[in-house]
């Protein structure tokens, strides 16, 4: 059983998110939608769903990187930890792009990987907490394949920390309900414009943007695709039929 102190510790961050992005949405919003909107609970039960996954995919991905450095022998540990910070912090970034890239396509395209993937793009409105609506398979998937290979190259601990706090910050700020301009920008850093777009319900946009981050592997693959201005979707969501409650969205995808 988890200690008090975890729980503590997931209201801390629920409340801190939320105190943050609502204010936000509020003041700079795409359109004006109830801040309790249609699903909003079922959202805060993946956000502490997800915290224990994400403990859960932590555990299992480090058990991968010890087996394999086990095998690979002592030379192969801490290969990238003698290059400067800022460094490592950019390898760190292309790489988990790259990764997220291929594995973000591959929920698109692989059936069996979609039933589960399609619960997150199942929420008909968008805001911040659409970040947290992630299958907890999808979710252990998904940071095993890219947290794994930078484990594996043994990066140091600051850099590596900023990453983290970079990519959870950009994550609820990609989904939320902001309009922001990023200019030139948003064909080089991910905005909320290039994101919304993935989750529109719009058939030409389903398999378009990809990447978590930076949009050089879309655009490298063919896959980008933002309107001429800084236009938003009208609508989001799936085309199939996705309970809206926390536990049929679970058992959904093995039906």
Known sequence: MASTSVYLQIVIGLVAFGAIFITLERKFPVRRQAIFRRGWVTDV??????????????????????????????????????QPGWLQFLEILL???????????????IPWLWRFHRIHHSSQEMDWLVNVRVHPIDKILSDCFQTIPIILLGFSPI???AFTIFLGVQGFVNHANL????????????????????HSNDPSYHDKNFAPHLVLFDILFGTVRLPPSNAMPETYGVTETVPETFLKQLVHPFR
């Open 45 to 82: 039960k993946y956000f502490v769903a997800g915290c224990f996954a994400g403990n859960f995919s932590g555990t299992l991905c480090l058990s991968i990187v010890l087996f394999i450095r086990h095998i690979a022998g002592p030379r192969y540990l801490q290969i990238a930890s003698h």
């Open 179 to 198: 309009r922001v301009h990023y200019g030139p920008l948003r064909w080089m850093v991910v905005s909320p414009q290039f994101h919304h777009w993935h």
């Open 159 to 161: 850099p590596l920390l």
């Open 95 to 109: 790489i988990f792009d790259f990764v997220g890239y291929i594995t973000h396509r591959a929920m698109h395209s």
